[in-house]
């Protein structure tokens, strides 16, 4: 039986996806470029920016646009397993960069019925169409199994970047947002939170 249509505005992928509820994400700022099913890239605000959907969620990596110095890769994904421990996803985390550049973190996870995840899934991939950068993939077997990541430029030198991951089969959807801009810009102590 074929899997149902994708939502528009999402690429059907055929690789099913690794994680499959909120609790298997983990972050990361250390890990190298995995596989990606889908991608898109843009020059953003100064950066370079690689928004990148992976069968276990998403990749997003910065580099500078003048010299094409890697500044970060943000990995949001199901990394652990056998022999590997990954720390859970955080509801927020700061850093200081190299540059200087502040970064700032958080998700939240939404429950939804199946009817009402579909409909906000569906909003939220034709609202990232709108944005300089974005990709949404669909995954097998549930039209509201998808990853989508948009990115903008809120002003100079300020880049802010939004995925969604969404859980039909436990009806979650979690939604990132990072905000990468001078560390003063953001306010507060930089550390990871929760």
């Known amino acids: 039986m074929p899997s149902p249509a994708p939502l ?4 059907a992928v055929d ?8 609790a298997d994400l983990s972050w990361s700022l250390e890990r ?3 596989p990606a099913l889908a991608r898109t890239r843009a020059l953003i605000a100064g950066y370079r920016i690689e928004l990148r959907v992976l069968g276990a969620s998403h990749q997003v990596a910065i580099a500078a646009a003048d010299t094409g110095a890697e500044l970060l890769t943000e990995t949001v994904a199901c990394l652990a397993g ?4 990954a720390p859970p996803l955080p ?3 700061r850093r200081d960069l190299p540059g200087p550049l502040g970064y700032r973190f ?10 009402a995840l579909t409909e906000r899934v569906a909003a939220l991939i034709a609202a990232a169409e709108a944005h300089p950068a974005s ?5 097998p077997g549930d039209p509201a199994a998808v990853t989508a990541l948009a990115a903008c430029s809120p002003g ?3 880049l802010h970047w939004t995925t969604w991951h969404s859980y039909p089969q436990s009806g979650e959807l979690v939604r990132t947002e990072t905000h990468l801009s001078p560390p003063t810009s953001l306010g507060g102590p930089s550390d990871r939170e929760r």
């Open 15 to 22: 690789t099913p996806f690794a994680d499959t509820r909120a």
């Open 135 to 139: 990709v949404a993939a669909a995954f």
């Open 106 to 115: 958080r998700s939240t996870v939404e429950r939804h019925g199946a009817g």
């Open 91 to 93: 509801g927020s985390a």
């Open 32 to 34: 190298t470029e995995l």
């Open 8 to 11: 528009l505005g999402a690429v």
């Open 82 to 85: 056998p022999g590997r421990d």
């Open 156 to 158: 100079p030198g300020r």
